[in-house]
């Protein structure tokens, strides 16, 4: 099934096949109001959208990153209620960008499993220039970022060139890792620097896990933060180039 705009859905079978997930799992998420409630079709039967696909993958990277269900659901709430699957996707991404690397080798059939889908070799070419998966020196084996591949793939419907992706990915890199140099710097001089003047005579293990806590609570605003600017200047960039168009 399709909605008006042509956009496909999924029964909660599918979309429980899709994200990697039991069924008991998406109502469990349903009842705690983590998840919209689907549309109801003929039949009674439920249909969920791609929005519902990105958020249970935001919810298990914030599961990954260490929060509980509660602060998971504190931290939906302060999303808006109509952000899209691609808005969501990108809070996925930067989520995740403060995960460690967590790649792993496996063959092509669980690659596949994992994707939700059949994928030739123009489409791991794409996933490779995203970064998403690399080959190995293994045949038929790929060194996949899990954080990475549900997004990749839904980018590989997107009609861009592998060239772009390429430039796009560079440019990404530069000033997230910029962004990245710039905020760890602050937190440094004006968070960390601070506290440890106050509680110079605390042990260095108790110092340690004062930092990782105070870093636990700042990671979920700094993210929703780079997102919103993200948006509005993309929008304007978007509504400049417009205007000269």
Known sequence: ????????????????????????????????????????????????????????????????????????????????????????????????????????????????????????????????AMGVVARTQAPGTYCVDPGLLRLGVQLLDVPIAHETILAARTVLLEHTRSAAGELSRLFRDEVWGPYRARESDAEDAEQVAAMRSLSAHMQPMVVQALVTAFQRSLKEELREWLKES
Request: proline fraction near 6%; charged fraction near 25%.
């Open 1 to 128: 099934m399709a909605t008006e705009t042509g956009e496909p859905t999924f029964t909660v079978d599918e979309l429980a096949a899709r994200a990697g997930v039991t069924v008991r799992t998406i109502r469990f998420y349903s009842t705690k109001g983590l998840l919209p409630p689907p549309v109801i079709g003929p039949r009674r039967v439920g249909h969920y959208g791609s929005e519902h696909l990105s958020r249970l993958a935001l919810i298990e990277e914030l599961q990954h990153q260490g929060m509980t269900l509660a602060a998971i659901e504190r931290y939906l709430e302060q999303l808006p209620a109509d952000l899209s699957a691609h808005d969501l996707a990108i809070h996925r991404a930067l989520v995740a960008s403060w995960a460690p690397d967590a790649a792993e080798d496996v063959p092509r059939a669980e690659l596949e499993r994992r994707a939700g889908r059949a994928l030739d070799d123009e489409d791991l070419d794409r996933l490779a």
